[in-house]
């Protein structure tokens, strides 16, 4: 299966095995990013509570069978599992995300739970990884931001800030 891999830490960008895809609506490309950040099938009412939440009930529901149609016609059916309550990335889908790569590898930092992270390889290295694809460099302040902004961010307002509003 063609892998899918979704940028999200700098400008948005998707690919297809390497092949840029343009999503053209920000709420589509919302969409994408929530449910893939998800990575668990997510309710229809959820998503539209979260996407739409200045449309009455009806309308909302209404732009929430578009937009994975949508998404589903430019990504491929094969990477969709949909049905009339949830939305989700199909399981055997092939799909990196480098926010969640992001967050396990801070993850990883995190359950070591020692005080001096630089004097562990396993954590320096995670961490360096961590911030490369954050772009943010290796310094000893960057690393301590991008831990403190793994920290502050589970998905949900992570997506808001970055990809909706
Ligand atoms: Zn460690």
């Known amino acids: 299966m063609a892998e899918l891999r979704i940028h999200l830490l700098g400008p948005p960008r998707v690919e297809i095995d390497g092949e840029p895809v ?8 919302g969409l994408l990013a929530y449910v893939a950040l998800a990575q ?4 229809r009412e959820a998503l539209a509570a979260l996407l739409w939440p200045e449309s009455d009930e009806s309308s909302a529901r209404a732009d929430l069978r ?3 149609t949508q998404l589903r016609s430019v990504l ?3 990477h969709w599992a949909i049905d009339r309550e949830t939305v989700a990335l199909a399981p055997e889908a092939e799909v990196w995300v480098d926010a969640a ?29 961590a911030a490369d694809l954050r772009g943010a460099g290796c310094s000893h ?6 831990v ?18």
């Open 148 to 165: 403190w902004e793994a920290r502050c961010a589970t998905h949900l307002p992570w997506v808001r800030r970055t990809s909706i509003v």
């Open 141 to 146: 302040g960057q690393r301590r931001l991008l």
């Open 22 to 29: 343009h999503i053209g609506r920000r709420k589509a490309l």
């Open 66 to 68: 578009r937009t994975p």
């Open 101 to 129: 790569a992001f967050r396990d590898l801070v993850r990883q930092w995190r359950e070591h739970s020692h005080a001096d992270a630089e004097a562990c390889p396993t954590c320096l290295e995670a961490l360096e990884e």
């Open 76 to 78: 491929g059916a094969q």
């Open 40 to 43: 668990a099938p997510c309710r």
